[in-house]
Each structure stands twice: as C-alpha cells, then as structure tokens.
C-alpha cells in the first residue's frame, strides 16, 4: 500500500532551522514530482516549494525564496525540505505530496495524486 509519510516538525525559535523529511513507500518516486503544501491556522493551503522528478526544475513561493530549499534523494524514495531562518509566519501544518505528471512540478493542490498527513512546524519564542 502506497504512503507518504513527513517527518521532522516541530517547535523552533524564530531564526532557527528545521529539516523534513518525507519518506515514500509502494510507490517508486521518480515517477513523480513532489510539492510541500503548507496550511496555517486560519489561512488557506499554500504551495512552498516544488521540484520535478529529475531535479532539474524547482519552483518556490516568494514568501520562502531565499530559505526554504527543497532536495530529493530518488534512491532511497525519499524527498526533504530543508527551512532556514524560520519566521513565526512559517507556523503550519507541512504535507509533502506527489504529482505522477511529466515536465515541471506544480504548486497547485489540484495536481496532486498523493498526500501526507503532515507535520506541524511551530516557530515560536
């Protein structure tokens, strides 16, 4: 059975860093591009970042540009998402999700064929 699974949340002083991770199983991830999505407390869902299957194309929201760096390692099914100089604003749920279309990768939900269930990300002094 196929599942994507986020790891590596939690609380962080503002400025500080924090690494996810998202582990794939039943599914071979070079067949597909991954998008972390965020959702914060009374906000609507947002595509951070996003990168195609070979690595070639990322694409990233302005609001992370310059911190937030998205990797994957296609051996080991697994993708990260590496913030620094984490804000208060950054405070969301984060899902790693994949999308099996060819090409550049997508920072709309619509696009995505699977979903995490996420990791709370909490910046906070």
């Known amino acids: 059975q196929a599942q994507v699974v986020e790891t590596g949340g939690g609380l962080v002083q503002p400025g500080g860093s924090l690494r996810l991770s998202c582990a794939v199983s039943g599914l071979t991830l070079t067949d597909y591009a991954v998008t972390w999505f965020r959702r914060a407390p009374g906000k609507e869902r947002e595509g951070v970042v996003c990168i195609s299957r070979s690595s070639e194309w990322t694409d990233h929201a302005d609001s992370v540009k310059g911190r937030f760096t998205i990797s994957r390692d296609n051996a080991k099914n697994m993708a990260y998402l590496q913030m620094n100089q984490l804000k208060p604003e950054d405070t969301a749920v984060y899902y790693c999700?994949?999308?099996?279309?060819?090409?550049?990768?997508?920072?709309?939900?619509?696009?995505?064929?699977?979903w995490g269930k996420g990791t709370q990300v909490t910046v906070s002094s």
């Open positions: 999700t994949l999308d099996r279309r060819a090409g550049i990768c997508s920072m709309s939900s619509a696009d995505m064929d699977w």
